[in-house]
């Protein structure tokens, strides 16, 4: 129907529907297709095979896009997209009508280095590293039976409530104090590190739990900070960080002394099984009890043996006076042993002693003989019987030299066969000559 000449013209009211539907087809008309570089954020597969993300501004800025591949994109893919990363996105720019969001249904992706916020993670990590705060050598065993955990996390948090659900579950003897904190946003870093001094201030735990629940790398970037890395390696006792699901990592997973995949991992690693220890409780009682049964039997039977021994102590006595007469057999053949050894070598020992005994006699006869022999020849008597005399004066001395003689003066002169008197009539010198000491008789 025609409106009256000179009429206002009617005013355009749209359906939520169709003013959505127009909108896309104006983006799809002026952006499609159109290609886009950012940061990965929040990167999730759906069981279809679908994935769904959030890219954001690689200069830092705040804007967000929503991003859609379908499997069918996502098939092509030659790397798995991690939280942070640059790439670049190729697709078509359009509205999702059930909630009227913006958003780039990804036909290609391809990777464009590393973005910014998990660069500053890279570089952090390297610097703290270099510095020994991730070193093996530096991680604390976990308590094997703890009586009492720390849990720092937020009131609020879902992860909270998986640990307290698990530790009810599997360790009801565990007590759990909670230490709350922030785990997100800008005054996280600084309520982590004042709930943690705290813990370590009050020491009052055998092992802390830091978890919280999963989210994109800006949602975990407060367990990046550099001073609650350094608080938790500072911690003086062993402490567990359970952040995030299993593919999230934050540089307090390598400074703790283990990492959780998750706040109910996180949980079961804090305190054992407790129907798993009554089991290993049970299993030592009835080992105790079958040693203890097999340590009785043995005494018993040791108990048996001996009372038997004693109500037969005669053949005991028997057994023992047979012995002694055994030993004693032994000790009579072994002394006749050796007195035969003894008189056989005693007999060996005269017989060479009687060879040795005639050796030397005859040795010392044949010396005797060469002695007497030379005796012998020094005898005077023989001298004399060679013409020779022995003079002496009255007294018996010696006459050597005629300076001892004078005229008329008696001697004695003593030969071979008998003695005689001389009187001297002459004394004449030779100087000549040496006198013999033995003169032959003048007559």
């Not at 290609?35 to 690689?58: M, P, Q």
Request: with cysteine.
């Amino acid at each position: 129907m025609n409106s009256a000449p000179g009429a206002a013209p009617a005013r355009l009211v749209w359906s939520v529907a169709a003013l959505v539907q127009a909108v896309a087809d104006a983006l799809a008309a002026r952006f499609s297709p159109c290609a886009v570089r950012g940061e990965v954020s929040g990167f999730a597969r759906a069981a279809s095979g679908h994935c769904y993300f959030t890219l954001k501004d690689a200069s830092g800025g705040t804007a967000l896009l929503r991003c859609a591949m379908f499997r069918r994109a996502a098939a092509l893919l030659d790397f798995v997209p991690q939280d942070g990363q640059l790439v670049e996105l190729r697709g078509r720019l359009g509205l999702y009508e059930a909630r009227g969001e913006l958003q780039l249904v990804v036909e290609s992706m391809q990777r464009a280095g590393a973005g910014a916020l998990f660069e500053q993670f890279l570089k952090l990590k390297a610097r703290l590293e270099a510095e020994g705060l991730f070193d093996a050598a530096r991680k604390r065993p976990i308590p094997a039976y703890p009586r009492r955990l720390g849990v720092v996390t937020s009131l609020g948090a879902a992860a909270l409530r998986d640990v307290i659900t698990t530790l009810a579950r599997r360790s009801p003897q565990v007590e759990v104090l909670v230490y709350p904190s922030a785990v997100q946003g800008a005054d996280a870093p600084a309520s982590l590190c004042a709930a943690l001094a705290l813990v370590a201030q009050r020491s009052e735990v055998d092992c802390v739990i830091l978890c919280r629940g999963g989210g994109s790398l800006e949602d975990l970037w407060a367990f990046n900070d550099e001073h609650v890395v350094r608080a938790v390696r500072a911690m003086p006792m062993p402490l567990i960080c359970g952040v995030g699901h299993e593919t999230d990592v934050t540089l307090a997973d390598f400074a703790a002394d283990l990492r959780a995949p998750t706040p109910t991992a996180a949980a079961e690693l804090a305190a054992p099984d407790a129907q798993a220890c009554v089991g290993a409780l049970r299993g030592l009682a009835e080992l105790l009890q079958r040693r203890v049964h097999d340590l009785l039997d043995s005494r018993a039977q040791r108990l048996d043996t001996l009372a038997l021994r004693l109500t037969r102590p005669a053949e005991a006595m028997r057994r023992r006076a047979q012995r002694l007469e055994l030993l004693a057999h032994r000790l009579l053949a072994a002394t006749q042993r050796g007195v035969d050894q003894r008189r056989a070598h005693a007999g060996h020992l005269q017989g060479r002693l009687t060879r040795a005994a005639a050796v030397q006699v005859a040795v010392q006869g044949r010396g005797l003989a060469a002695l007497g022999a030379r005796l012998r020849a020094l005898d005077p008597q023989h001298v004399l019987a060679r013409g020779y005399a022995w003079l002496s004066d009255t007294t018996g001395r010696p006459v050597a030299n005629v300076a001892a003689l004078e005229v008329g003066a008696s001697l004695q002169a003593r030969l071979a066969d008998g003695r005689a008197d001389l009187m001297v009539t002459a004394v004449e010198a030779m100087p000549q000559k040496t006198p013999s000491p033995l003169l032959p008789s003048s007559g």
